[in-house]
């Protein structure tokens, strides 16, 4: 019986293909620029062409990224579409007490979603790489260092 529970089990995680901590991850960081110039604050995503969860990274100041697949660190193996957006941050109101009769007006037209629907947020990053992206990189397994040098045009 013994012998019978080691081979299913063993049988289980040959079929599962995963190891103990998931699926194969490479890791992945590069640097994103747009037109030679770094991207700060972008969100870069990698999703599987197959099938698979993606992996995303936050640029920093120098256009750094690292992703993250769950909660690890990498990437699942194979091709994968990229996707580059900008981070949009909110407009923060700092130094107001909420007891201030100015935080109970901007609370108030907060709930005007009219305010919010007639903004316009432009996006930097073309379409292109992006809702109609054309970027398409491939994670090894191990170490993959892959920079995303993007353009404004052509």
Do not use: W
């Not at 590069?30 to 770094?38: A, E, F, I, R, S």
């Not at 091709?79 to 201030?100: F, N």
């Not at 109970?104 to 979603?113: F, I």
């Amino acid at each position: 019986m013994k012998r019978l529970i080691v081979a299913v089990l063993g049988s289980l995680a040959v079929l599962g293909g995963c190891g103990p901590g998931g699926p194969e991850l490479g890791t992945v960081t590069g640097k994103v620029t747009l037109d030679g110039k770094p991207v700060t604050n972008g969100l870069v995503t990698f999703v599987p062409v197959a099938k698979g969860g993606a992996s995303i990274g936050k640029t920093d100041a120098n256009g750094q990224y690292e992703l993250l697949f769950v909660d690890r660190k990498g990437a699942l193996l194979g091709q994968h579409k990229v996707t580059v957006t900008t981070l949009q941050e909110a407009a923060a109101v700092t130094g107001m007490r909420s007891d201030s009769p100015e935080y109970a007006k901007q609370a108030a037209s907060a709930a005007d979603q009219s305010a919010y629907n007639s903004a316009k947020v432009v996006e930097p990053i073309p379409a292109r790489y992006n809702t109609n992206t054309e970027l398409v990189k491939e994670v090894k397994s191990g170490s993959n260092v892959i920079d995303l040098e993007l353009k404004s045009e052509g």
